[in-house]
Nanobody
Framework: VQLQASGGGLVQAGGSLVISCAVTRRTDSTYYMGWFRQAPGKEREFVAAIGWSGSYRYFADSVRGRFTISRDNAENTVYLQMDSLKSEDTAVYYC??????????????????WGQGTQVTVSS
């Protein structure tokens, strides 16, 4: 599986941005699709995840109510809608996919494949 993240950029605080992750070469199933982020000098952290059917969605407390995750399985793409952006949302955002439905989708350890990351910068 190859994942290609895109859509990052510079946005003012309070604004919105949609980033996407396309599965460009699907060689495994992609049960969970997740988004993680890493800010300079900080560890990678979980942002959001979605199960295959879209019925199960998970969010970090820091983004719940502001971010929405969705997926289009026909297009092999997952989206992260980010609203009410804050300066602390500035980070490189990485998408990831898991083959299995087992495990906690909020943990990076369950994911088998990772994209290259897309930079999101929120100016205050």
């Amino acid at each position: 599986v190859q994942l290609q993240a895109s859509g990052g950029g510079l946005v003012q605080a309070g604004g919105s941005l949609v980033i996407s992750c396309a599965v460009t070469r699907r060689t495994d199933s992609t049960y969970y699709m997740g988004w993680f982020r890493q800010a300079p000098g900080k560890e990678r952290e979980f942002v959001a995840a979605i199960g295959w059917s879209g019925s199960y969605r998970y969010f970090a407390d820091s983004v719940r109510g502001r971010f929405t995750i969705s997926r289009d399985n026909a297009e092999n793409t997952v989206y992260l809608q980010m609203d009410s952006l804050k300066s602390e949302d500035t980070a490189v955002y990485y998408c990831a996919s898991s083959v299995s439905s087992w495990g906690d989708p909020r943990s990076g350890t369950i994911y088998d494949h990772w994209g290259q990351g897309t930079q999101v910068t929120v100016s205050s």
